[in-house]
C-alpha cells in the first residue's frame, strides 16, 4: 500500500522555526521523505498509532543522537502518514504524551 505523507499546520510551523538555526533542515526532510516510503511504521511506537523517529541533522555533526526528533501518525485505513512535530534533541529532551495528544486535538485528529 503507498502511503500519501501529510505535513500538520504545526509540523509546519515547527519546520519554520527550525530553519533559522539549521538551515539545511530541507535537505534532512528528503531524507525523512525517503525513510517513510520504505517503511511507513519508522521508529518507535508510542502507541496510538503515533511513531517516534530519529532523524539526522545536516548542521548538526552528531548524527542521529543530537539530529531530530520527529513524530508522525499513521492511520492504515486512509493510507496516509500525518508529521505531527518536529524538534531537535539538543534544544528538547523528549515529548510528552500530553502534547501529543493537544497537537492530535488541535488538528482536529481524535
Do not use: C, W
Amino acid at each position: 500500500m503507498s502511503f500519501k505523507i501529510i505535513p500538520t499546520g504545526h509540523f509546519k510551523d515547527q519546520v519554520r522555526s527550525l530553519m533559522r538555526k539549521y538551515p539545511r533542515i530541507r535537505q534532512d526532510l528528503r531524507e525523512l521523505d525517503r525513510i517513510l516510503r520504505e517503511n511507513p511504521y519508522a521508529g518507535v511506537s508510542l502507541g496510538q498509532h503515533a511513531h517516534k523517529l530519529r532523524l539526522g541533522s545536516a548542521d548538526m555533526a552528531r548524527g542521529k543522537r543530537g539530529g531530530y526528533r520527529v513524530i508522525t501518525y499513521v492511520n492504515d485505513g486512509a493510507g496516509k502518514i500525518r508529521l505531527l512535530t518536529i524538534y531537535a534533541k539538543p534544544r528538547k529532551a523528549d515529548i510528552s504524551d500530553a502534547e501529543i495528544k493537544y497537537i492530535l486535538e488541535k488538528e482536529g485528529m481524535l
